[in-house]
């Protein structure tokens, strides 16, 4: 089973929209894990399966241009992370996938984009990763190397970065 809905409406920089951010909520996380729920309730009677979440690199740290999407990822990640621990004594795989920039929809119109990749070579990466039992997997795999060095960032200075 794959999840791969998510949200990420433009956000001002003076914007605090509750009803926007927990929109945002209801389909990264509350999607996330009904659908999670579900699959890890089949794949635990059967003993086997591989549930993959598609999460984000923006679960890596909380950006100023997207504070409510940042967390939603970032819950994702901790949860895919809890049922790959909980699920792993029944034979059953979770695998949490982290893209960087993927050409959709959501990003139309954000102009040049790091490492921008076609949907079709994401889902390719994104199934290379599952069939290979990877826990975790940014893709592309460059990324890590972005999140390496963002999470390493002390918060005193990445909250002056335009991030």
Same mark, same amino acid.
């Given at each position: ?5 998510? !949200?990420? #409406?433009? !956000? ?6 509750? +009803?926007?951010? /927990?929109? @945002? /909520? &209801?389909?990264?996380?509350? $999607? ?11 794949? @635990?009677? @059967? %003993?086997? $399966?591989? /549930? ?5 690199? &923006?679960?890596? %740290? *909380?950006?100023?241009?997207? #504070? !409510? ?11 895919l +992370? ?8 029944? $034979?059953?795989?979770?695998?949490? =996938?982290?893209? *960087?920039? !993927? ?5 139309? $119109?954000m *102009? ?5 990749i ?12 599952? %069939? &290979?039992?990877?826990?975790? %997997?940014?893709?592309?795999? @460059?990324?890590? =190397? ?18």
């Open positions: 089973m794959v999840y791969a809905a998510a !949200v990420m #409406p433009k !956000v001002a920089k003076d914007e605090y929209d509750t +009803e926007k951010d /927990l929109e @945002q /909520l &209801a389909v990264n996380v509350g $999607g996330c894990i009904a659908w999670g729920n579900a699959a890890a309730r089949l794949f @635990q009677s @059967q %003993r086997f $399966g591989t /549930l993959v979440g598609i999460s984000s690199i &923006a679960g890596e %740290r *909380g950006r100023k241009g997207a #504070p !409510v999407y940042c967390t939603t990822k970032a819950a994702m990640n901790t949860y +992370e809890a049922l790959r621990n909980r699920l792993s004594e029944c $034979g059953v795989h979770v695998c949490t =996938i982290k893209p *960087g920039f !993927v050409d959709t929809d959501m990003t139309k $119109g *102009g040049k984009l790091l490492w921008l076609s949907a079709d070579e994401a889902a390719r990466l994104i199934l290379k990763a599952a %069939r &290979a039992k990877a826990n975790e %997997r940014f893709v592309p795999r @460059q990324w890590w =190397i972005v999140a390496t060095i963002i999470k390493n960032i002390p918060s005193f200075v990445f909250k002056k970065l335009n991030v």
